[in-house]
């Protein structure tokens, strides 16, 4: 009967802790996708630049075009939902309205974000890229 509970308390220890961890990394999605999205929407763009993939990147700086924009509405339209069996990807969109400073014309686009997960380092990236503002 001991081995019994020892291994019911075993089972149940390793469901815990697999629940904790799951939640951790929704936890650290979330603190990702804010802290992303705070970054576009202040202008720190080289910030927002370092949270997609390194291997996406095409130089060591974001994209200079941006300094010509300036977000004023940086809405979450779909939250964060998870589209992989190993709960590794997920798709966020976003509502964004910009103006291009030379212009001061307002525009608006759809970002579609595909964020995913990389269990080595433990990190939230964004695969999708920068979203496409017009010239």
């Known amino acids: 009967m001991n081995r019994l509970l020892l291994c019911f308390l075993v089972l149940m220890a390793a469901a815990s802790c697999a629940k904790i961890e799951k939640e951790k990394r929704y936890q ?27 291997s996406l990147r095409h130089a060591d700086a974001y994209p200079k075009a941006l300094d010509n924009v300036r977000i004023t509405t940086y809405e ?17 969109r976003v509502q964004i309205e910009y103006v291009l ?29 920068l979203p496409k503002f017009l010239p």
């Open 28 to 54: 650290g999605l979330i603190t990702t996708t804010e802290g992303y999205g705070d970054a576009l929407r202040w202008g720190y763009y080289d910030s927002a630049y370092s949270y997609v993939h390194p």
């Open 101 to 129: 400073r030379d212009e001061q014309v307002v525009h608006k686009l759809s970002d579609q974000q595909d964020w995913r997960y990389d269990p080595e380092t433990k990190t939230w990236w964004l695969y999708s890229g």
């Open 76 to 92: 979450v339209i779909q939250p964060p939902a998870i589209y992989s069996e190993d709960q590794t990807r997920v798709e966020q």
